[in-house]
């Protein structure tokens, strides 16, 4: 049950410092809670209501697991037609060298950019929320902006930037008389990761600043009259404030970048060769298990594997912060 | 975990959209309906390119009583992909749909289009030119009318050969290409002769020099990547990629690989009849610079060709209405409306158009006013050896990069690349249920 391990954003940052706002949910919470039991009565008026949302809810996401579970016990084949193979296809895949080198991949890509990414945005969350630089707004607007546009569409720029025969690298090279090549095979999962990080890291960096600004300023004015310095400021109110959104973000970065698709796909058709192969992520590799080699169920059967490795990373990396914010 | 949710919801989408496939199977196989004289009410087609549209005007205007339903599919591939869905959910395909040559197989061997010689296209052959004919016949049935014809032929730049002192015109067979080659390649910088190639010219150049890599029998299929024709093949190409005339840093249809056929650095191409309007429009730069003539030959005098892309028309076994169907196929390959296709630039198949006068002496601006039509159609008219594609062409599309490409870049020789390859598709193909025979 993934929505089980829905992290409860409010809930964990409220922890650290309680705000009026943050605190209200749980308590009504617990107030509806105990107005049930001792109604001892089922009553039925609520799903008048929730109808319209269960049947989409059961159709747009229950459904579809469902089949897709279902599917992957079957297998298609060209002659022969359709047939149960139960979970056949389950420990194919587990010996399945190209998608485990592209779960691999994937994992290289998450341990190394995800930090990366986050640290940039942190830190540009507090230069912003430091108050002491010109043009913030601008530069929260820009910084956010790559969020906005269409991965597809940043890839292609970012591509013809990449390009080193006619793009702004050969520009470069000309200039300086460098011989840079940043589409090689052996740099091309930093070009990519060089994209994703320019695509989300004002997403994050919005999370972090949004969660510096529940911080009261009276705090701030506090620690002043206390004589602590701004790096005192940064290292004891805004860093362990920062804490609680660093779990949100750490989660959303691992899941998306286990879902790497759109910037390898498009950039398949730039890069020379075969950098780019077609597993090179698990998201690619059942798409074309899919579309070009027909293998539908297999593929189905590669989606829950890699949905149920996402889940599990999340899960611990969930776990893990929620232990640290009981100490 | 909302985005969990997601990759869930939409991984499920993606296999539900394919895996409706354990719904149905077959299904709606009408009666097929070969009255085409009587042939009226409406019919939907599939298919992508140039004069389409114009075509369908003119069949409406001469059959009255029929109506086209024309959606336009986009690219070879997806159609094949839309194809494949709507025959897994056992409804939804067209009538009459737009295939490329290679994919054709693959649909009859799980029953999706019908045979058309019940219509009588069998008595068709001696209008059309052979290559493409030929492509159309399983097990001497044409199941598929060709709309264009796409012999292999040999473009290169004229501006790039006079810098490196090559006459082009005298470039006969492969070993003048190899002396020319050096010379490019001696233009030093991003000079190259060609760039490392794509699936479907590997398989016409292969095709050329005789090999029959696949050999497909109802459920058996042999797989040979190393026969005699394949043995030339690999030992020429191995020769190029060893000096470095090949340049393995463009990919075919990239932007790189245009802007390099734009300024000359890519000298030449081996490729389709149908790519002067590919090159006018994606090329623009090298207008004037660009000629055509025969492909290179093993040996001096032959005529050797092949066929490389092409497309097809099939009516699917899903029609209800067959007449309807067949007479707009043969409308648009065989009848008036091959005529108009060809006006809106596609290469034909028919003899009456490849002998067209009128067609033939177009003088191409593009081409430095070579008249490019008598060349095309002089090499659709020169003979081709028996070849067949796998049923499973698309995945072995897809699968072409991951295995052969990296013996273009040096990191393992061409014949163990293309054994891996064989492997590959061997195992694909008895995955599916066929009997392999990997040799």
């Known amino acids: 049950m993934p929505s089980q391990t829905i992290p409860e954003p409010p809930a964990v940052s409220g922890r650290t410092i309680t705000t009026s706002s943050d605190a209200s949910p749980s308590t009504t919470n617990n107030r509806f809670a105990t107005v049930r039991v001792n109604r001892h009565k089922a009553d039925w008026r609520g799903w008048k209501f929730m109808w319209p949302f269960a049947v989409v809810f059961v159709f747009v996401f229950i459904i579809p697991i469902v089949y897709a579970i279902y599917i992957s016990f079957f297998k298609k084949q060209m002659i022969g037609g359709t047939r149960f193979v139960g979970l056949e296809n389950y420990s194919r895949l587990l010996v399945d060298q190209q998608f485990w080198s592209s779960v691999g991949r994937v994992a290289l890509f998450t341990v190394v950019q995800v930090p990366i990414m986050l640290c940039l945005s942190a830190v540009m969350a507090l230069a912003i929320d430091s108050m002491k630089l010109h043009g913030t707004k601008f530069f929260r607007i820009s910084t956010f902006l790559p969020y906005a546009v269409p991965a597809v569409v940043s890839t292609l720029i970012w591509g013809f ?25 052996s740099v091309l999962l930093v070009s990519i990761g060089n994209i994703v990080t320019w695509e989300f890291v004002g997403y994050n960096m919005l999370i972090f600043y949004s969660s510096l600004s529940t911080i009261p300023h009276s705090l701030y004015e506090a620690a002043s009259i206390d004589g602590a310095s701004e790096w005192q400021i940064v290292r004891s109110i805004k860093l362990p404030e920062l804490h609680g959104s660093l779990a949100i973000t750490v989660i959303f970065s691992i899941i998306g970048s286990f879902q790497l698709f759109n910037e390898p796909s498009i950039m398949q058709s730039m890069v020379p060769g075969n950098a780019i192969t077609t597993y090179y992520t698990p998201n690619m590799y059942a798409y074309n298990l899919s579309f070009s080699g027909n293998q539908s169920n297999y593929a189905a059967a590669l989606a829950i594997v890699m949905a149920v490795i996402t889940m599990a990373i999340a899960y611990a990396v969930q776990l893990r912060s929620m232990r640290e914010q009981m100490k | 975990m909302r985005t969990t949710k997601k990759i869930i919801a939409a991984s499920a989408a993606i296999a539900t959209l394919v895996g409706l496939a354990a719904c149905g199977d077959g299904g709606g196989a009408a009666k097929v309906d070969t009255d085409t004289a009587n042939a009226k009410g409406e019919i939907v087609f599939w298919g992508w390119g140039n004069g389409i549209k114009e075509t369908i005007e003119a069949f409406e205007k001469a059959n009255p009583n029929i109506k086209v339903k024309y959606s336009s599919t986009g690219t070879a591939a997806d159609t094949a992909t839309a194809l494949q869905n709507a025959v897994a959910a056992g409804k939804g395909a067209p009538d009459v749909i737009m295939l490329e040559d290679a994919t054709v197989p693959q649909f009859v061997v799980d029953g999706s289009v019908i045979d058309l010689a019940q219509f009588g296209a069998d008595k068709l052959e001696d209008d059309f030119a052979a290559g493409p004919w030929a492509k159309m016949l399983q097990e001497g049935k044409p199941y598929a009318l060709p709309i264009d014809s796409s012999p292999e032929v040999f473009f290169y730049n004229k501006a790039t050969f006079d810098k490196a002192g090559v006459d082009g015109e005298s470039i006969k067979t492969w070993d003048d290409y190899y002396e020319a080659a050096k010379k490019v390649r001696a233009l030093g910088g991003d000079y190259y002769i060609t760039n490392s190639i794509d699936y479907q010219p590997f398989l016409a150049q292969a095709w050329q020099a005789g090999a029959q890599p696949f050999k497909i029998d109802g459920e058996n299929i042999t797989i040979n990547m190393n026969d005699e024709g394949l043995q030339k093949y690999v030992a020429f190409q191995q020769k190029l990629i060893d000096e470095d005339l090949i340049n393995p840093k463009i990919t075919n249809w990239s932007d790189d690989w245009y802007r390099s056929l734009g300024d000359g650095t890519t000298a030449t191409l081996s490729i389709g009849a149908w790519m002067p309007t590919d090159l006018e429009t994606g090329a623009a ?109 698309s995945f072995a599309q897809s699968k072409y990069g991951d295995d052969v490409v990296p013996a273009f870049q040096g990191k393992m020789t061409l014949k163990d690349a293309l054994t891996k390859y064989a492997k590959t598709l061997a195992s694909y193909g008895s995955d599916q249920g066929y009997t392999v025979d990997n040799q």
């Open chain 2, 285 to 393: 730069a090298g207008k004037g610079n660009w000629r055509v003539a025969q492909l290179p030959q093993w040996e001096e005098g032959e005529e050797a060709s092949s066929e490389d892309g092409g497309s097809a028309l099939a009516i699917t076994a899903q029609s209800k209405n067959t007449a309807a169907a067949y007479k707009f196929a043969e409308f648009l390959t065989h009848g008036d409306g091959a005529k108009v296709m060809a006006e809106h630039g596609t290469f034909p198949a028919t003899k009456k158009q490849l002998e067209d006068p009128d067609f033939l002496s177009e003088k191409s601006e593009y081409f430095g006013g070579q008249e490019v039509n008598k060349v095309l159609a002089a090499a659709a008219e020169r003979k081709v050896s028996k070849f067949q594609y796998l049923p499973y062409n």
């Open chain 1, 161 to 185: 930037m990449y390009g080193a025969k006619y793009g702004l690298v050969r520009s470069f090279n000309d200039l300086f008389g460098t011989s840079i090549d940043v589409m090689a095979p």
